[in-house]
């Protein structure tokens, strides 16, 4: 896992390494199996981060079906004929020109090893600078589909292809005795570019060598693409009209790290919007420009938010233009949702591979076309890294002591609410435990009745719950509570009745919409 910091990004400093401690520590994020010394590049996600991706989710869901009356919803299965991939190229392309390192035989993607020049080779099989780990891999951005490289060779049976070809074979082998392997530090070691397939295989049937190899999707679309004509028949739906869906994907990644940024296993939140080709320009600039509206509402920092276009170079085969939303993480600016024309190519490409007619009647301009397809395509493991990433804080409050904040908009926030007794006595925890259990079912509540007031306080200010309320002496004599905010300390009087209207109309007030 490589983890690394951005003193220029604006956020404190050696912010990752403190995210994944503080994840783990707070029950965000664990690592997969870590009893068995965990599985590479999988994680897990415990009572505070659950939360936190599924108010990531329903949020999403909501801005994209419940917000439009032309956009529904799926859910495909994860296994899927293989004819599905060979027809959208990812069998025969979706691949990655690795180079191996012949002194610790890790392997990485040519774009990923950095080029030295100038200084003193390392010894073979010296410590990569900064100490990297054995598990470490290059940082780097990834583009949303791998496929984007083009011209990959098809992979053979055990996942790695055929050596690749490189016209310029002196410039390259310059360029290989330039390299350094970030993870021994060796020089200069490497073997010949060779294409590794990045999809996971699995076999249907009872016996291994005599089942068919199904794949485990490494992109959520697809599943939308070959369902197109039954969503469309099914609830008669006219063009423009969107498909959501939101799944589990899986690449078997070369180079995963930064945390959750680049993972083995993920879930992504996509639409399919359907149009007709000469609208197709008009409705990309709509999405692109309400998608960054949406995130933006989530509460994330605009000057952490920019629009990348794809060059020439970076663009899929299949795309027309495409544009990605970038956030600068402590280790640079890199995608978490991209906004894709994706042309006529999908459709085109099942109805041809499979035979049956993916075209749209238009019956007012009485003519039959394959749509043209938008899509917007989300990370969501990736969005809730910038989540965590934009409101981790800490405060200084003087003698080396420090207050961690997780400054979370109300509507993403875990634990929407605390409630305290002040102290254990006096009927407080017992009108305290009543006011907790009222308030759980529309929301979701922590009692918490342990230390003093200051630490309960911290506590939730650290796991980024927006509100604490506190049953006092007060309470016993009007029937309110004091409401603290977690970001401005600002306390204030509420009815005791009245605390379950008064947080739901907060987090309402602060829950996204792009209008």
């Not at 936190?52 to 859910?75: A, C, F, P, S, T």
């Not at 060598?209 to 006219?238: H, M």
Request: with cysteine; charged share 25%.
């Amino acid at each position: 896992m490589t983890v690394e910091s951005d003193t220029h990004s604006g956020h404190p400093p050696d912010l990752m390494n403190k995210l994944v401690s503080f994840a783990k520590r707070r029950g965000f994020i664990f690592k997969s199996s870590e009893i068995y010394g965990g599985v590479g590049s999988v994680y897990d996600y415990g009572p505070l981060g659950i939360e936190l991706k599924n108010r990531i989710q329903q949020l999403w869901w909501r801005e994209m079906v419940y917000r439009h009356d032309n956009i529904v919803g799926i859910d495909a299965g994860i296994l899927m004929n293989p004819e599905v991939w060979v027809a959208s190229g990812h069998v025969g392309a979706f691949s990655d020109p690795l180079i191996e390192c012949r002194s610790c035989h890790r392997r990485f993607r040519v774009e990923d090893v950095p080029v030295k020049t100038g200084g003193e080779a390392p010894r073979s099989g010296s410590a990569a600078p900064g100490g990297a780990a054995p598990d470490s891999a290059a940082p780097g951005g990834v583009a949303p589909d791998s496929a984007a490289r083009g011209g990959a060779a098809p992979s053979d049976a055990d996942g790695a292809g055929t050596l690749a070809k490189i016209p310029e074979e002196e410039e390259e082998e310059s360029l290989s005795l330039a390299r350094q392997c970030p993870v021994c530090g060796t020089r200069g070691q490497w073997t010949d570019p060779r294409n590794f397939n990045l999809m996971f295989k699995t076999f249907m049937g009872v016996v291994e060598n005599e089942a068919a190899t199904v794949y485990l999707r490494p992109e959520t679309a697809q599943g939308i693409f070959v369902n197109f004509r039954n969503v469309q028949d099914s609830l008669r739906q006219k063009i423009p009209f969107g498909i959501a869906q939101v799944g589990k994907a899986f690449r078997n990644e070369i180079t995963p790290g930064n945390f959750i940024f680049r993972t083995r296993e993920f879930e992504q939140m996509e639409l399919q919007f359907f149009v007709a080709p000469e609208s197709a320009d008009e409705w990309f600039e709509r999405w692109k420009a309400r998608r960054m509206r949406w995130v933006e509402s989530l509460g994330i920092r605009p000057e952490r938010l920019r629009f990348h276009e794809h060059g020439p170079n970076e663009v899929a085969h299949y795309c027309k233009c495409a544009y990605d939303i970038q956030y600068r993480f402590p280790f640079g600016w890199h995608e978490f949702e991209g906004i894709h024309n994706r042309t006529d190519y999908d459709l085109g490409r099942h109805q041809e591979h499979s035979g049956k007619k993916l075209e749209y009647f238009d019956q007012a301009a009485n003519r039959r076309y394959v749509p043209y397809v938008i899509e917007t395509s989300a990370g969501l493991s990736r969005t809730l890294l910038v989540a965590l990433a934009d409101a981790y804080d800490e405060e200084d409050l003087g003698g080396g002591k420090k207050r961690v904040v997780l400054r979370l908009s109300p509507a993403l926030a875990p634990v929407q609410a605390a409630v305290f007794p002040l102290v254990k006595k006096d009927g407080m925890p017992e009108i305290a435990e009543k006011l907790a259990s009222e308030l759980r079912g529309s929301l979701n509540i922590v009692y918490d009745a342990a230390g003093s007031i200051g630490r309960r306080y911290r506590r939730q200010d650290e796991a980024g719950t927006p509100f604490c309320l506190t049953v006092d002496g007060q309470t016993l004599g009007d029937e309110t509570v004091t409401v603290r905010d977690r970001d401005t300390l600002v306390q204030s009087r509420v009815p005791l009745r009245g605390a379950g209207a008064y947080l739901r109309e907060a987090i309402a007030a602060s829950a996204p919409g792009a209008d």
